[in-house]
């Protein structure tokens, strides 16, 4: 089956959308997370711009990205962070003061995941 996002030019979107493609259910990453794992380490600000971009019909799991301090970012001009909470707490990701527990919740792809 073809992912969309290898369809992907420029290099350094494709494999932040890679990178998203494999954080799992009911963890989260941070936009610094996913840049330096896709290997563009003090690129969080562009993973944001490549979700900002992403086809709405592509089904990344692009709420489970949120920023350093365990929060999740507002947008302007729509409501799609109001969507991001339901979607993680429908995951089981706990926001406590709206924010998550990163001890918890974030993922670390070195080990494996149950």
């Not at 970012?73 to 979607?87: A, M, V």
């Amino acid at each position: 089956m073809s992912k969309p996002h290898q369809s992907v030019k420029n290099p350094m979107r494709r494999s932040f959308y890679e990178t998203i493609a494999c954080v799992p259910y009911g963890r989260v990453a941070t936009y610094g997370q996913v840049a330096t794992l896709a290997g563009y380490p003090g690129r969080a600000r562009q993973v944001g711009y490549a979700l900002a971009g992403m086809p709405e019909e592509w089904t990344l799991p692009w709420h489970r990205i949120i920023n350093a301090q365990g929060k999740i970012s507002p947008r302007r001009g729509n409501k799609f962070h109001l969507l991001q909470y339901e979607l993680l707490e429908a995951e089981g990701v706990i926001l406590m003061e709206n924010r998550i527990d990163l001890a918890l919740f974030l993922w670390h792809p070195e080990e494996a995941e149950d």
